[in-house]
Every structure is written in C-alpha cells, then in structure tokens.
C-alpha cells in the first residue's frame, strides 16, 4: 500500500527556520514490553515452532528514551502507563535510565506488550497488544509541558490507532514554534489516516523514517523519497534510514525553489554506517534517533548529528531491544575505527 495522502507538491507557506539546539527530550509516545523469542523461522499459518531462546525486556519507545539518556540529554516520559505487572517493569526501566515520569500509573489498566519474533538474519516481526501507554480521551496530551529547547518524539505507533491517535496527533499539530517536533512515522504508517497524518507532516520538523516507510509515502525509492518527503513536509528534514547502508539526510537547503518539481534539485546526502555484524535489529532505527537527538542536544550540525547516529549501529551486535551504547561506550568505539 502507497500512501498518497495529499500532494507531493503543496503550495508552500513561508518556511519557518527549526528551532534551536534541543536541551530535553519530551516523549509524547509509548513504552511497552517486549516478548522477545528467537526463531529459525516464521511459523506457517496453522503452524508451530519451538523458540531458540525467549526474554522479556522493556521495549518500544523506551528504546529511543534510553539511546538518548545514555548519550546525557535529560528525558520526560510524557505518554500512559499501567498499574499491572508490565507497567511495573516499564517504570523500573525507565528509572534505571534516569528518565522523569508525566503522568501517575493508570488504575484501569496495565501497560501493553508486543510479540517479537527474531530470525537468524536479525529481522523482527512484531505482533502488538496495545495498553495503558494510549493516551485516550479529549485533552489527553495538553498537560504535557513542551515549549523551547524541548525536543517532541511522536511515533506513528501513537497515530495509528483510531481511539489514541487524532488526539495526539492534533496536540503534535498544534505545537507553538518554540519545540522541535520530531516524528518517526513507523512501520503502522499505511494505517494512519490523512485526517491525523498531513497536520503532523505538515509541522514537523525532522522526519526520520526507514526505506520501507519512505517507500509507503511516496512510493518511489530512498533517493527519490527523500526530496519528495521534503516537499510534502514544507519545513521538515528529512532523514531515510537506509539500515546497514547508514542514512540519507535531507535538509532545508536542499529544498528546490517553488517553481521546480522534487526531482530538480540535488540529491540528499548519503551518510554511510560502519560495518557491523548484526544479532538483533530490534530497536535498531530508534537507536538511530535518540542518538541523533542527543546529538543535536550536544551542538552537532545535522551531518555530524547524523554519522554519530549512524554509529549506533554497535547496538545490533547485542541481543534485545534496548542495547543503544552509553556516550562512553560509543566514543569509544567510535576513537577505535
């Protein structure tokens, strides 16, 4: 499925500049568990097989909370958690990073979990149990404190479902220019409808995907999608995550004048990813983030921003979800190559 919702090629408003070096991450998303279990394979339909190897661990958003925490920028859990079991091990997790809680536990509710499914390739399947994490109701996100120098996450995991996501996405729509948006539109984009998509697009500010979900907006490759999702966006940069090809980043000044079609102006930059060999993708592209996001925080250019990112792939050679390096670790790492 090709979303299309809206043109490629709006008529643009005056471009307004993004906003200043973040200092704390706000994450207006939701962490959930993660039942993790190592498979040879899928299983047919009907089928069965046994698990290699199986754990649970606190995943979802959490893992771009902790790339970033574990890079120094300071981080506010800002979405929904439940009162059971799974959202007592979200809030342990959390703390054990150092990131501050919004909101008290949910009597109603616990926290929801996800299955993932591991191949020996490294590639993940997911099947989600959504929970407390979705912030329902009308006025559900205005209680969250962002304004300038705060950097807003919003994942397409909270746009996409039909009883949570048009109000987070209205709130994300209707930030004042101080906050960096940044939205990841996730691998539930073909889900998410235009009515909660295009606003969120439209006011955003780095828009990171992968190349599937790059293709899912456009419909066209990486290096097309990217000039394309810059014009969609009309003040965004755009990051495709290209996985062991590192990244393309295209920014502002990357944009063509109004009378020329994407296809007219340069290509975005290529910036390419240290070889690794991979164990476990999971979490890998919110790895990426975090890291990126700290790295702005820390006074990076966006290239630069986006290499040290890059390198979080040293998260894919460890097992789990959530395995994003520390600052130490990746400067470490990064002194060695």
Do not use: K
Not at 14 to 32: Q, S
Not at 246 to 253: F, I, K, N, Q, V
């Amino acid at each position: 499925m090709i979303i299309s919702n809206g043109p490629l090629t709006p008529a643009r408003a005056p471009i307004t500049p993004v906003p200043a070096r973040p200092r704390r991450l706000v994450f207006a998303g939701e962490a959930i568990v993660d039942v993790v279990m190592r498979v040879p394979g899928l299983p047919p339909r009907g089928g069965d097989l046994l698990a290699t190897a199986a754990e649970v661990a606190v995943g979802g958003g959490f893992n771009v909370m902790a790339a970033a925490a574990r890079q120094g920028m300071p981080v506010l859990y800002a979405g929904g958690h439940g009162a059971g079991h799974w959202g007592d091990l979200v809030r342990a997790a959390l703390a054990a990073e150092g990131v501050g809680l919004l909101r008290p536990p949910d009597p109603s509710a616990d926290t929801g979990f996800d299955v993932a499914l591991v191949e020996p390739d490294a590639e993940r399947t997911f099947v989600t149990a959504l929970g407390a994490e979705s912030v329902t109701g009308a006025g559900g996100w205005d209680v969250v404190p962002a304004g300038s120098g705060d950097a807003v996450y919003v994942s397409g995991y909270g746009l996409a479902p039909a009883g949570s996501g048009p109000g987070l996405g209205a709130w994300a729509a209707a930030l004042p220019a101080g906050p960096l948006l940044f939205f990841d539109p996730g691998p539930l984009v073909a889900q998410i409808t235009a009515e909660v998509l295009e606003p969120v697009l439209a006011r955003c500010d780095w828009l990171s995907g992968n190349a599937r979900e790059a293709a899912l907006l456009t419909g066209v490759t990486p290096e097309e999608a990217a000039p394309r999702l810059l014009a969609r966006t009309a003040r965004a940069n755009v990051i495709v995550r290209l996985g062991p090809d590192g990244c393309l980043l295209a920014t502002r000044d990357h944009a063509p004048p109004d009378h020329l079609a994407p296809r007219d102006h340069a290509p975005p930059d290529h910036i390419p990813a240290p070889t690794v060999r991979a164990v476990d993708t999971t979490g890998a592209g919110d790895a990426h983030s975090g890291v990126f996001l700290a790295a702005l925080a820390d006074g990076l250019p966006p290239a630069d921003a986006a290499r040290r990112a890059n390198a979080a792939a040293l998260a894919v050679t460890r097992p789990g979800p959530a395995t994003s390096p520390t600052r130490a670790e990746l400067d470490a790492w990064l002194a060695r190559r």
